[in-house]
């Protein structure tokens, strides 16, 4: 299995601040890279596809990007609702592996 | 526009199975991928299984393979997960995640259903 290491494992920022959030995984998988964003109580929801592609009505402020194994999700300014947990995912190979998670936490 | 809606949360006695439902509605459900995620209280995200009816032959993590079978019904446009075996660990909510054409992603999840093992 393809094991993604996310790091770290919460942070706490406040409103206005650019935060980043790492990934990385224990093989090549091109940029088979997914992020999700997942609040108290809801199921998760997919932000960026394909390690760079924001989907469809995903704030600007969200952006990802892909450096050989590593991957990084930037938050330019955080806003009060961008306070929630936060999952990488990868989708080279079954079994399609998760990371941990981030918590995002309010300073 | 596709949407998700699972079964209600169930009660198992160890070494039981349950079998969860996850109706689409909206779009042309053998078009696209179905998985199932589990998430135990406090934890993160492990994908189980999926399925793209249209392909039929099921793809499952090699955690589960004796344990899970998902079938997909065309005719009710209804995905089903089936857990056997059931160990108090196994306690978790249980997410049907619809992807594009493959499992490329996950993008649209029904609510969870909560299954507890415990005796």
């Known amino acids: 299995d393809i094991q993604m290491t996310q790091s770290p494992s919460s942070l706490s920022a406040s409103v206005g601040d650019r935060v980043t959030i790492t990934c990385r995984a224990s093989?090549?998988?091109?940029?088979?890279l997914n992020w999700y964003q997942q609040k108290p109580g809801k199921a998760p929801q997919l932000l960026i596809n394909?390690?760079?592609i924001l989907r469809s009505g995903v704030p600007s402020r969200f952006r990802g990007s892909a450096s050989g194994t590593d991957f990084t999700l930037t938050i330019s300014s955080l806003q009060p609702e961008d306070f929630a947990t936060y999952f990488c995912?990868?989708?080279?190979?079954?079994?399609?592996?998760f990371g941990h998670g981030t918590k995002l936490e309010l300073k | 526009q596709v949407q998700l809606v699972q079964s209600g949360a169930e009660v198992r006695r160890p070494g039981s199975s349950v079998k969860v439902s996850c109706k689409a509605s909206?779009?042309?459900?053998?078009?696209?991928?179905f998985s199932w995620v589990r998430q135990a209280p406090g934890q993160g995200l492990e994908w189980m299984a999926g399925?793209?009816?249209?392909?039929?032959?099921?793809t499952y993590a090699p955690k589960f393979q004796d344990r899970v079978t998902i079938t997909a019904d065309e005719s009710t446009t209804t995905a089903y997960l089936e857990l056997s075996g059931l160990r108090p660990e196994d306690t978790a909510l249980y997410y049907c995640?619809?992807?594009?054409?493959?499992?490329?992603?996950?993008?649209?999840w029904g609510q969870g259903t909560v299954v507890t093992v415990s005796s």
């Open positions: 995640a619809k992807g594009g054409p493959d499992y490329s992603f996950f993008d649209l």
């Open positions: 909206g779009g042309i459900f053998k078009s696209y991928a």
């Open positions: 399925i793209i009816p249209v392909f039929g032959p099921p």
């Open positions: 093989q090549s998988i091109s940029t088979y």
């Open positions: 394909a390690a760079s």
């Open positions: 995912q990868q989708s080279f190979s079954s079994p399609y592996t």
